[in-house]
């Protein structure tokens, strides 16, 4: 079943962009673009009987707007840029977001070089990007097993695995928006032209944000990622 379809995956991409130069070292860039997919490969996720196709295909189709900004001044840098973006697919009974779907997403980068030698640099860089998509929890409940004896299973005293029944609509819900801090300083050491030695020192998520990683469906404790974490890093190269 796959050997015939595996070849069939295509996808047309349509993108325009144009670059705009402003005084004073000012770059901007917009790119906006279309992208639209056939014939893709998927999980069934509505098979219910052994003769059910193992897959199954999908439509699907990405659009947005990507935009850039730079400026450049004497080892000063400033760099942004922002996403408006959608995706979705088409299984032939629904239209949903897959998990990567994201609105929005922003990235600001600041750095700047001094010293004698410009051998000193800070740097720091903001990210903020709106939730992604999830499928909601419709039920919990208690799964008995039947296979064994069948129809003559005491389901009455039997204990069964607590199991997860989903919500019909793929990917109904979003997380929550995710932001973050980190900022660094770096050191750069030159010795003889020969030995080249960096030390960094940096700290991620400044601020300390409870970034969502996941929530356990079953205990409901939310689990978030990495706190507030500083790092020592030292590099050789020759």
Do not use: C
């Not at 991409?13 to 860039?29: R, S, Y």
């Not at 600001?108 to 860089?125: I, Q």
């Not at 064994?148 to 069964?160: K, Q, R, V």
């Not at 960094?200 to 939310?222: A, C, G, H, T, W």
Request: hydrophobic residues 35%; without cysteine; aromatic residues 16%.
């Amino acid at each position: 079943e796959y050997d015939k379809i595996k070849n069939m995956q295509r996808s047309v991409h349509a993108i325009f962009g144009i670059e705009l130069e402003f005084p004073k070292n000012v770059t901007v860039n917009i790119e906006p673009y279309y992208k639209y997919f056939w014939n893709m490969l998927n999980i069934n996720r509505y098979k219910q009987f052994n003769n059910d196709p193992n897959f199954l295909i999908e439509k699907g189709e990405a659009y947005g707007l990507d935009i850039m900004t730079k400026w450049e001044y004497k080892g000063i840098y400033l760099y942004a840029t922002y996403s408006l973006s959608w995706t979705n697919r088409k299984d032939g009974l629904q239209v949903y977001y897959p998990h990567f779907d994201r609105r929005h997403n922003v990235n600001l980068l600041a750095s700047y070089n001094f010293g004698k030698k410009r051998t000193w640099e800070v740097s720091a860089r903001w990210n903020f990007g709106t939730g992604f998509p999830f499928t909601q929890t419709q039920a919990i409940y208690e799964g008995v097993n039947f296979t064994d004896n069948g129809l003559s299973t005491d389901y009455t005293t039997n204990n069964g695995n607590v199991n997860i029944l989903y919500d019909d609509k793929i990917n109904g819900g979003r997380l929550p928006v995710y932001h973050r801090l980190d900022i660094s300083a770096k050191k750069i050491f030159n010795i003889k032209d020969v030995l080249k030695i960096e030390l960094n020192v940096s700290v991620s998520n400044v601020y300390n944000r409870q970034n969502i990683f996941y929530i356990d469906r079953l205990s409901y404790n939310r689990i978030n990622q990495l706190p507030i974490l500083p790092s020592l890093g030292l590099s050789f190269s020759w």
